[in-house]
């Protein structure tokens, strides 16, 4: 991956942490602490199905993203890692 | 014993405007969904509109006129077409929507102009459903508005009957009533669980529940009244169970404890074993998770032989009212005799195994059950038993 | 029907503890609004992070009242039943979507202020924090939501479909039910409620809380008092005399003139409203008064002692004999409310 590809990405996945703890109210998690590569539900961050329908609209919100297919959508939220690369490779301006 | 009598029973909904047209609809299999026409909104899903009642001018008297027309119906039925003065009479309704001021405009306008439209909220704050249905059939009696979401029809079934028994009340007017808006059409939408086309409770490919609108109401009194009143009950209500899941704000339990539970309880208040249930008329939301979680608890505790059927498939999920028009049907269907197919069905899940009623069907047994789930994990069951 | 226990969240913070302080002194708060450090202490479970201020406020209040009770619930979790009272629910989060709905149109609306937005989350969330797996429901009513929570409980004991039920009453302020509460009352809100002047323009000043109650048939002189009658609509009537009356005058009702009728009564007078605040909920914290003045055998100093009708008001704290308190409301209809403690055990 190019340096400002890299880059690019690096933003996406600090711009997350962000707003998944201020947007799913994750008491005590400090984004900075959290791992690039962080499993998202069960293990890891410790999502549940409610989080996962509101990652959806942020998607929509902050990055004009529509993940409309359920299956689909479970891959792309496996991971910050893979949530980022989604953005990435998808949003308007990634 | 003497056993809590339905004496009177009235319905609305977008399968009919009283008790006979729905059966008519049922009957025929007609569902009469279609893009909203009670609000603006710029979604496309269809929804059941109870079209027999127009829209009115004033936001908010929907769910009360939707809730009179039932209820005119079942007082009528039960010999009290001039109200329950005098009567010692009790009324608990469920509702969702009417409970919230939902008002966009109303919002609207005090985040632009900081000003409160005060028509509204004189409409709202005096339009509490149970308080304001008690004026209006003379109810002197206790009074309650159940707002349990998805449940809260068959709760208020469920209070009064504890009223009744208690000796709060002698007659009690109760179940639900709730309009069609937009703003849970947007919220549900939000939590992915509604659906582009029709719904299809139960069937393999549902994408989710439509919503509805409607009333479903039933008078409650003991046997002992009724009869003293020159009326023989051909429908009684012998159980009443309510267990919370305590697992999630919006999910069920996976394994259904709450509403395994539930149905235990009404079967043993009924003293009336699995075996001789006709039928669960189930809550069958046709969302991925409810349908899955309702027929695997309905599996254990009937076997797999259970005959069940969702009647959303007419009505749509109606929230508030779910619980009383379900209650409505079950009710009537022990009293006429046959089960409606459920509406929508064509594929069996391979993850449920088993099929819902899909021809209407003779009842062959004297008992029945109706399901709710609520939102937030409430479960709540009603045994109905038909007379000899 | 008794009160085996009792919790609280209101302005002055959280607990009966501190509600005795706050009666003992009649601490008047500086701001109606339960603080957001009360809720950030209150040691919730992990699963409530998205709830919102009226689901805290509701569970902390009703975990309080289950540990004030002693009950175990996870020895018989089906046995404990639950009924909450609300004037307007989670109307704060209910205005949030609609604001969501206004920003960012229909297709992009948060799903999780959506599932908080409905009455019936606050039970949801505390069935979870207390693993009570018994039947739980929500009423909503503007005047008396909590007494017709009363007939719920006291029905379900009778019918022994619980053995012990919570029975609270929850409301919180918005900026928006502010406006709609000055709206009503055709002025603003006015820090100084004068409880006894019964004035057809009472002063009021919107607040927020909650309290729960543990009631239970199973008599204990651990128990704080019975509940020996209640009634609301418009023929509810007091049928016995009682030793100490406390009204629920905090503006709400906007014409306070119909308690003028509690002048012929020669028993004790109170009111608290200032040290709670107007709210729906009023009964409720006037209930968990009544409870406390009985248990503890004291009555505590109206705290605002302004007595333009000459009421045999209670001017200042002492231990006394109290067999029973009646907790006296009416709404702008004329309509009575009306709640009855007694003593459980009567001394010989």
């Known amino acids: 991956m190019s340096d400002d590809k890299e880059k690019k990405l690096q933003e996406i996945r600090e711009k997350l942490k962000v707003l998944l703890v201020e947007s799913l109210s994750l008491e005590g998690v400090d984004p900075k602490k959290i791992k690039d590569d962080e499993v998202l539900f069960n293990e890891g961050l410790g999502l549940d199905s409610l989080d996962a329908v509101e990652i959806v609209v942020l998607l929509q919100r902050n990055f004009g993203l529509n993940i409309k297919d359920i299956n689909e959508g479970m891959k792309i939220l496996y991971s910050l890692e893979t949530l980022s690369k989604y953005i990435q490779e998808n949003a308007d301006n990634g | ?95 969702t929507v009417a409970s919230q001021l939902n008002d966009i405009d109303f919002y609207r306008v005090f985040k632009n102009k900081q000003t409160v439209q005060m028509e509204k909220i004189e409409r709202f704050v005096k339009g509490n459903l149970a308080e304001t249905v008690s004026r209006r059939v003379n109810a002197e009696g206790p009074s309650a508005t159940v707002v349990n979401a998805c449940s809260s029809g068959a709760d208020a079934i469920g209070i009064a009957i504890s009223w009744i028994k208690s000796g709060l009340c002698d007659i009690a007017v109760a179940g639900g009533a709730d309009e069609l808006e937009s703003v849970p059409l947007c919220g549900f939408r939000s939590l992915g669980i509604v659906s582009d086309i029709l719904c299809a409770p139960f069937d393999r490919n549902r994408k989710g529940l439509n919503l509805g609108e409607g009333a479903g109401v039933l008078i409650l009194e003991r046997e002992s009244n009724a009869r003293g009143r020159g009326i023989a009950p051909k429908v009684f209500v012998t159980g009443y169970g309510s267990v919370s899941d305590a697992y999630h704000l919006t999910a069920p339990h996976p394994e259904g404890i709450g509403l395994e539970l539930a149905l235990k309880t009404v079967l043993k208040q009924g003293k009336v074993t699995a075996k001789e249930v006709a039928f669960i008329n189930a809550h069958g939301t046709a969302t991925l998770d409810n349908d899955k979680v309702e027929t695997k608890v309905l599996k254990k505790v009937f076997g797999d032989n259970v005959k069940f059927f969702s009647t959303k498939g007419y009505t749509g999920h109606t929230l508030g009212a779910a619980g009383g028009l379900e209650a409505a049907f079950t009710a009537s269907a022990l009293d006429v005799g046959w089960m409606p197919s459920s509406a929508g069905f064509v594929e069996i899940d391979e993850e449920i195994g088993i099929a819902p009623i899909m021809v209407k069907t003779q009842i062959d047994k004297k008992f029945a059950i109706s399901t709710s789930l609520a939102f937030g994990g409430n479960n709540a069951a009603l045994l109905f038993e038909r007379a000899e | 029907m008794y009160i085996s226990g009792i919790g609280m969240v209101s302005a002055f913070g959280r607990g009966i503890d501190n509600c005795v302080k706050v009666l003992r002194e009649a601490i008047i708060p500086e701001t109606y609004h339960v603080s957001q450090d009360v809720i950030a202490a209150g040691k919730l479970p992990r699963r409530m992070r998205r709830a919102d201020k009226f689901s805290k406020m509701a569970t902390l209040a009703a975990m309080d009242a289950v540990e004030d009770s002693k009950l175990d619930v996870k020895k018989k979790p089906g046995s404990l039943g639950i009924v909450l009272s609300t004037a307007f629910g989670p109307h704060v989060t209910t205005f949030k979507f609609l604001d969501d709905l206004v920003t960012y149109g229909e297709e992009n609306v948060s799903p999780i202020t959506f599932s908080h937005s409905v009455h019936n989350a606050a039970v949801s969330y505390i069935t979870s924090a207390i693993e009570n797996h018994g039947p739980a429901l929500t009423i909503a009513g503007f005047v008396f939501a909590f007494h017709q929570a009363l007939h719920v409980a006291r029905s379900w004991l009778d019918e022994k479909r619980c053995e012990n039920v919570l029975v609270g009453c929850v409301d919180e302020r918005g900026e928006v039910s502010d406006a709609i509460i000055s709206g009503k009352m055709g002025r603003e809100k006015d820090f100084n409620i004068k409880p006894f002047d019964f004035s057809a323009n009472a002063s009021m000043y919107p607040s927020e809380g909650a309290v729960f109650f543990m009631v239970t048939d199973d008599a204990s002189e651990k128990n704080y008092c019975k509940v020996d009658g209640v009634l609301h609509g418009a023929f509810a009537e007091d049928k016995k005399e009682s030793d100490m009356y406390i009204l629920d005058t905090d503006g709400l009702s906007g014409d306070e003139t119909p308690y003028m009728d509690i002048k012929e009564k020669k028993a004790m007078i109170s009111g608290y409203s200032p040290l709670f605040g107007s709210t729906p909920g009023l009964s409720a914290f006037h209930c968990a008064v009544a409870a406390l003045t009985i248990k503890n055998q004291r009555v505590y100093v109206a705290p605002v002692q302004d007595n333009p009708h000459g009421l045999n008001l209670c001017s200042f704290g002492k231990n006394m004999d109290i067999d029973s308190v009646a907790c006296i409301k009416y709404n702008c209809l004329r309509e009575r409310g009306y709640i009855r403690l007694e003593r459980s055990k009567k001394e010989g």
């Open chain 2, 1 to 95: 014993m003497d056993r809590i009598a339905i004496t009177g029973i009235g319905a609305v909904s977008a399968a009919g405007g009283n008790l006979k047209e729905i059966l008519r609809s049922f009957e025929s299999g007609k569902r009469n969904a279609a893009s909203p026409s009670v609000f603006k909104t710029s979604l496309t899903y269809p929804v059941f509109e109870v079209l027999s009642m127009p829209c009115p001018e004033q936001k908010g008297d929907r769910t009360i006129s939707l809730a009179m027309v039932a209820i005119k119906e079942a007082l009528s039925q039960a010999g009290f077409i001039d109200g329950l003065k005098g009567r010692n009479a009790g009324v608990c309704l469920g509702t």
